[in-house]
């Protein structure tokens, strides 16, 4: 964010009130990442420490079957914990100097893993639709699961509440792979189309969105040597899809 942002201020000269008051933002936004990173890196070795522990009780033979039951739950909730903490630590890094090589498939699970309970709490179904033969991708993994975190956030928030999410990766030609995110929100009307990837512009409300999302996406998309498309139907929903080049 703040490389795009520092690019966008260098092309389009002075700071206006507004752009301002996002920057600062901005900030705040980022420092509540810091914090929440730093307390789930804090929530990282009780929720180990659970998972064992929990597994050593399940090894005794003599447990009543209700206590197994719930000692299961607690060492799968536990688990599921333990795994979206990972998800969150792995994006707060910001790491994007990593290898230029991802799994397409391995990034769309732990973005679903990270956001699975803001869906679930929405009452949206999610469909995976992955095909598992796919080439590595010529990319960076962080920047990449950015750019599907942006679009799988934007679907959810479009939708509101019930509807269906689907998550679809492909091998488009031999040289790309595709990852379709879907939804059956709204939709965008095309003149609203044209201004979608335009910094700042948001339908949000002040505080849900900062309109800098898809502009973001479309940047780093460009960094990876990739594409990034939009087809939508008002009344039934939008897609996008995101093209990668596969590694050589
Ligand atoms: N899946 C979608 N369905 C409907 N509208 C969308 C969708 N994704 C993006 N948009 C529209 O594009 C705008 C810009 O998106 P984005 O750049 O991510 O900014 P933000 O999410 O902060 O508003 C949104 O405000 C919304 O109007
Ligand atoms: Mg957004």
Not at 12 to 21: A, I, M, Q, S
Request: without cysteine; aromatic residues 6%; glycine residues 8%.
């Amino acid at each position: 964010m703040a490389d795009a942002l520092a690019k966008y201020l260098s092309e389009n000269g002075n700071v206006e009130g507004e752009l301002l008051e996002l920057l600062a933002f901005n900030e705040k936004m980022a420092e509540l990442g810091r914090m929440a990173a730093g307390v789930v890196h804090e929530l990282n070795t009780p929720l180990s420490v659970i998972v064992s522990a929990t597994q050593m009780i399940l090894r005794e033979e003599d447990l009543s079957e209700s206590v197994r039951e719930m000692v299961e739950r607690v060492n799968e909730e536990a688990h599921r914990l333990a795994e979206m903490t990972k998800g969150v630590l792995s994006f707060a890094r910001r790491d994007w100097a990593g290898r230029a090589e991802a799994d397409v498939n391995q990034v769309a699970g732990e973005v679903m893993t990270f956001l699975r309970f803001e869906a679930r709490k929405r009452a949206i179904l999610v469909i995976e639709d992955l095909d598992f033969r796919l080439p590595f991708i010529a990319a960076d993994a962080n920047r990449v699961k950015q750019v599907i975190i942006n679009l799988v956030m934007n679907a959810l928030q479009a939708m509101g509440e019930d509807g269906t999410l689907l998550l679809r990766t492909a091998q488009e030609t031999e040289s790309t792979v595709t990852v379709q995110v879907s939804d059956t929100g709204p939709g965008i009307p095309p003149a609203v189309q044209e201004q979608i990837f335009t910094p700042f512009f948001t339908t949000k409300d002040l505080g849900d969105g900062t309109g800098l999302g898809l502009f973001i996406t479309r940047r780093l998309m460009e960094e990876i040597g990739g594409t990034i498309a939009v087809t939508s139907v008002v009344g039934e929903g939008t897609t996008f899809t995101l093209t990668f080049p596969v590694t050589e």
